[in-house]
């Protein structure tokens, strides 16, 4: 079994900043993309961010410019760098993990299970 557990969360001002961090553990071949979704409750979730495992990104457009993935491939750990943080970025923040779990290339998809960020005065 594969499991991602997520830190970093927690309550912070506008205009401040969060690190939350997201480390693969289990059996597996090795990790494809990772990356962080975002949800608030009646909504959808949604793509934050997303890394591939050679370091390519892509960041959805309410967080760019204040917003960093990044990830340690040797730690299986994906980082999201939160800065200027506004209300609206309020919401559990998942991490994912396209994970290959056979040197035959069957993959599965994994998730955490969700860290509140919450952004008030």
């Known amino acids: 079994q594969v499991q991602l557990v997520e830190s970093g969360g927690g309550l912070v001002q506008p205009g401040g900043s969060l690190r939350l961090s997201c480390t693969a553990s289990g059996v597996f071949f090795s990790i494809n993309a990772m990356g962080w979704y975002r949800q608030v409750p009646g909504k959808e979730r949604e793509l934050v961010a997303v890394?591939?495992?050679?370091?390519?990104?892509n960041h959805a457009d309410s967080v760019k410019g204040r917003f960093t993935i990044s990830r340690d491939n040797a730690k299986n750990t994906v980082f999201l760098q939160m800065n200027s943080l506004k209300p609206e970025d309020t919401a559990v923040y998942y991490c994912?993990?396209?994970?290959?779990?056979?040197?035959?290339?069957?993959?599965?998809?994994?998730w955490g299970q969700g860290t509140q960020v919450t952004v008030s005065s």
């Open positions: 890394i591939t495992s050679g370091g390519s990104t």
């Open positions: 994912h993990a396209d994970v290959v779990r056979t040197s035959w290339g069957l993959r599965y998809d994994y």
